[in-house]
T-cell receptor, first 117, second 111 residues
Framework: DTAVSQTPKYLVTQMGNDKSIKCEQN?????MYWYKQDSKKFLKIMFS???????INETVPNRFSPKSPDKAHLNLHINSLELGDSAVYFC????????????????FGPGTRLTVL | DQQVKQNSPSLSVQEGRISILNCDYT??????FLWYKKYPAEGPTFLIS?????DKNEDGRFTVFLNKSAKHLSLHIVPSQPGDSAVYFC??????????FGKGTLLTVNP
């Protein structure tokens, strides 16, 4: 009955590889997000989708490509992994768009720790 | 450019006492503020929020205070319990559909 789930929880890979992280929410929310928590512990928004439509696309290298096959899923594919991509990646969802009618409470997944060697 | 700052990386308090976590922001366009709590190896969980039209919101042991003129908010936990030991993130949002998080403050409540 996990609300927001991510797989895998840990991912160790070599530089240059391509990898994907999957996220699913069973809360019926319309909006999903990807955040990156780097070594300095900042949680930074990367992408946001609302009803499968891209809403937020921060300054993220285009090696990162989100895919939302339906509003319950938001996957993150990363091409040509680099050392600096090592971080914890969190998926989140919210009932509506952040900032709209205060429907912004975001529910986070447990995180995926990506280590690039 | 840190728009949300939590200047204390850590705070230690005794069980039963008050914990006060502070957060400063720079963007006057933020119109709502939230606190999240995070345990190790878990995602952040929503704790309490406040709209910019209010100066206080209370939920059980947790109270958030907002001082708009000082661009400052604080989270009060009273009485503090050992289970409150976690990292607390302050977050702010506006009309641009995204939350901006602070760096977090590690709260340790000693029995």
């Amino acid at each position: 009955d996990t609300a927001v789930s991510q797989t895998p929880k840990y991912l160790v890979t070599q530089m240059g590889n391509d990898k994907s992280i999957k996220c699913e929410q069973n809360l019926g929310h319309d909006t999903m997000y990807w955040y990156k928590q780097d070594s300095k512990k900042f949680l930074k928004i990367m992408f946001s989708y609302n009803n499968k439509e891209l809403i937020i696309n921060e300054t993220v290298p285009n090696r990162f490509s989100p895919k939302s096959p339906d509003k319950a899923h938001l996957n993150l594919h990363i091409n040509s992994l680099e050392l600096g991509d090592s971080a914890v990646y969190f998926c989140a969802s919210s009932p509506g768009l952040a900032g709209v009618l205060f429907a912004d409470t975001q529910y986070f997944g447990p995180g995926t720790r990506l280590t690039v060697l | 450019d840190q728009q949300v700052k939590q200047n204390s990386p850590s705070l230690s308090v005794q069980e039963g006492r008050i914990s006060i976590l502070n957060c400063d922001y720079t963007n006057s366009m933020f119109d709502y503020f939230l606190w999240y709590k995070k345990y190790p190896a878990e995602g952040p969980t929503f704790l309490i929020s406040i709209s910019s039209i209010k100066d206080k919101n209370e939920d059980g042991r947790f109270t958030v205070f907002l001082n708009k003129s000082a661009k400052h908010l604080s989270l009060h936990i009273v009485p503090s319990q050992p289970g409150d030991s976690a990292v607390y993130f302050c977050a702010s949002g506006g009309s641009n559909y995204k939350l901006t998080f602070g760096k977090g403050t590690l709260l340790t409540v000693n029995p």
